[in-house]
């Protein structure tokens, strides 16, 4: 039976004896301050108070000033609230203040009303309009998706908080908001938050109309809210929208308390409660959501592949395509249990109530908080971690009962749209992790904002392409170019072993926006097809050197690189990697770094493989950085082969203006080095513009190491003197750029490794090991080519035949062994690092995957089956 009055027996909650009355009054939380009780420590800390309660009782009294309000901490009793006693208890004060603005639509009305209403718009949220809303979401998400660009940095809360309201815009009014609208909306929200709460606390409701900065917002956010709320109720009438929106399934409803049709009042009460609920707290929680997947990439290779099993890439998403992402589901169970958005919630005992083992006289106004609920050990053991699994059959989010997980609450108040939002995290996760990689900026990840939600502020991301949406031709058939690239001439470019990220393609728009250096538009030799690279790949940091400054030789280069130039030979590489070689073909013709006649001879060496290997999950411009920069030192390198490898003058010529860049001056280039400089210039602020100041001071000083032996190897020629074992080894792990490029594993990343990381000994050890270790697989499969050059080469193989006397076959063992006894440490280290430090297992394993991928690269790389000078 329903029952249809306000005022009810109290309500016995299951287990409860009813023959026992309770009569034990709530216990006070400790830690009041005279005249303002626990404002102090709500204010301070709201999840962190609020959490501390339960350890007082399953309901706690608090002290609010003057007044007093009953926490109830309890789960189960939580849901004895909001279901046994939600007669009893209906809306508190932060609701009526919406109630006053808005009027008395679902959100905010209770009893009979609330039941009537709430029969009308249950069938907008039926499960045979699901299909079609699936749709409509992905399209949504696709088109603003698509609207973002390779290399671009977004606000996440503000992007997501957009696509929401854009969202529940396009399904549930079929109308299109305009951009004015959707800020204003945006803007409009924290005033009325804030309103809303300092209102309900008010001591008396006259003080809400008393003209005070924060009621003049709140009434000013009521104004602008209604205005756009109006905007799409007319808007999906003018654009045909009708049997299935909202706006048309209200206006043709009839009221049961008056028999008449409901007004536009009414219509627009139940648009700013969809608004309002619709908006918020999904954009908050999509915006943890891809925080958390930053923090876990391991969870979000997971949720790509049953993806890629359940809902293949461009498929609109249908109910039982979403029924199968099981683990996808809990992985947005488990954001929504860490990340409940409401922070409280309040119910007022309309009549005496009991709950539990407690009476709550009447007039009692009663909190609860979602997040503090599902953050209790109690029910949720390491309450704080991120464990998707707990939502597995087995796991101990299913130990915890129903009753436990409330994030759309319970009883006849519980959110009419609990499926349409659990859709549409899924769709709009799925359709945004397809099309992009997002890469946190480095100290940006998102942090609490609590007001009566629990909002994610702060987080920003860099977007990568995932595969098959990493690029598209420019105008004439041309790969895009982007920026990084190698720097030289036009001999064959040198063995470096280290891997880099990979960078994104970009699209038409893209293309379109980035700045023509004056040089190349009015060159008098057509290249209209090369663009230089976005300003938002080559970071804020490069205002100081434009693009304009790119190589004046580059305009004297040819229009187009032939298609059959662009990949090398054979390439089995992935799509996105494909892209970046043809935009690095670009680059380096761009900078003038090799002449078109040396490009096939440099792309037989398959360089970008080498990225490929060692980078495996590096995507979007991160790829692009290390390609260019891969290649830049390796035909930095090369030029070594020749006279400045013999002739300190010309090296220093070369390598100076390089170091004067690490120091922040801004070097005249030398004719020997011009090219080198301009590249290398993009490149060291494209490597460091979104890092720490800390990680940029450590890349410079092993980037200026590196630099320094090319002068150090050089002078050795000059004399004629050969170093010995100790000082080759010192060069070789200097010269092969490791070091600098492990340091990119923190650039792919996003964050720098933990502090504490850095600081142990035991990972100086494990970087030299893997520096080691990729050299001397290096030298290894270079030792045939260098043993035919006549000037000194730099290889240990051949310094420990000279130093020692031994043999070839000898001195090639010894090597071998050193490799292996070298790995096997490295992953003693790891071990010990990882229990000390578990937060950098990407690093740790980054610096594997770095010297896996020398191995997988120089065992096939054609570049030491061909002939060539290695100095």
Known sequence: MILTTETRRRAVPPGTAPAK????????????????GHAPALLRDPLGFLGSLSRHGGVVQVRLGPRTVCVVT????????LVALAYDCPRGAVQDTLKTAFGDGLLMSGGKAHRDRRRLIQPVFGPDRMADYLAVMH???????????PGQELDVAKEMNHLALEIVTRTLFDARLSEDATVDFHRALPDLVKGQIVQSLYPHPKLARLPLPVNRRFENAVRVLNRVVDQAVSGGARSGGTNGTLPALLRAATDPATERPLTEADVRSEAITMFGAGTET??????????????????????????????????????????????TRSVTQEVVRLHAPNAFL??????????????????????????ALHRDPALYPEPLRFRPERWREGGDAAGAGRQAFLPFGAGKHKCIGEAFAWAELTVAAAAILRRWRPVAVAGTRAREVVWTTVQAQGLRIRLTPRNGHASRSRPGGAATPQDGAAPGDG??????????????????????????????????VPRTAAVPRPASAVQPALTAHPPATVCPAAVLMPARIPAELRTPEGSQASGELRATTARHADWVLDHGLLPLSGLPRYQAYGLPKLIGHAYPRAGGAELDLLVDLLGWFTILDDRFDGTPGRHPAEAHAIIDPLLAVLAGDDPTPTSVGAQLLYAWRELWHRQGGPMSPAWRDRAAREWRTCLETFLTESAHRAKGTAPGLPETMGLRRHASCLYPFMNILERVQGADAPDGLHAEPALHRLRAHTADAATLINDLFSLEREERQTATAFNTVLTLQRVRGCTRREAVLEVRARISDLREESETLRRRLLRRHPAGLWYLNGTRELVDGVYAWTSTSRRYLSDGRRG
Do not use: F, N
């Open 139 to 149: 399209q949504v998400t696709e088109e603003r998706a698509g609207r973002w660009r």
């Open 21 to 36: 009355t309770p009569s034990t009054a709530p216990p006070p939380a400790p830690g009041a301050v005279p005249g303002l």
């Open 282 to 327: 999904v954009s908050t929680t999509l915006t943890w959501l891809l925080d958390e997947l930053l923090r876990h990439p391991e969870v979000e290779t997971r949720v790509l592949a049953e993806l890629d099993e359940h809902l293949p890439a461009g498929a609109v998403p249908t109910p039982d395509a979403l029924a199968k992402l099981t683990y």
């Open 491 to 524: 001999e064959a470019p040198s063995p470096c072993l280290i891997p880099g990220p990979r960078a994104a393609p970009l699209s038409p728009a893209a293309q379109a926006a980035r700045t023509v250096p004056a040089a190349r538009t009015a060159a008098p």
């Open 346 to 371: 309040m119910r007022t005992a309309a009549v005496p109530v009991e709950l539990g083992p407690y009476l709550i006289p009447a007039g009692t106004e009663l909190l609860y908080s979602l997040t």
């Open 74 to 81: 309890d789960a189960s009793l939580v849901h004895t609230l």
